[in-house]
């Protein structure tokens, strides 16, 4: 694992532990030091943000960072990542 991985993790973690408020305000700073040569683990990273701007009620901003997951992974090949961001989208059309 790569310092930028590594730094996304408690994110995640924070995330699926209900705490999206703290989670929102470390993974982007990992996120913008990770290799963008990387766009699927970026897209990942992105979708994981997103995820925390919805359970945190920030649903524009949530909309926003998918919109950001799409553009940057519009050539990137990743049955994980699709589902991963429908998984997403439907957490805020749910809210």
């Given at each position: 694992m790569s310092r930028e991985e590594i730094d996304v993790m408690p994110d995640r973690c924070l995330i699926e532990l209900g705490d999206p408020?703290?989670?929102a305000a470390l993974p982007t700073a990992a996120i913008d030091r990770h290799d963008h040569a990387h766009a699927?683990?970026?897209a990942l990273y992105r979708t994981w943000l997103a995820e925390s701007?919805?359970?945190d009620g920030e649903l524009e901003a949530a909309?926003?960072?998918?919109?950001?997951?799409?553009?940057?992974s519009?050539?990137?090949?990743?049955?994980?990542?699709?589902r991963r961001m429908g998984e997403v989208e439907l957490l805020a059309q749910g809210r």
């Open positions: 408020v703290t989670a699927r683990e970026v701007y919805v359970r909309r926003v960072a998918l919109a950001e997951v799409r553009a940057g519009f050539d990137v090949n990743s049955t994980g990542l699709e």
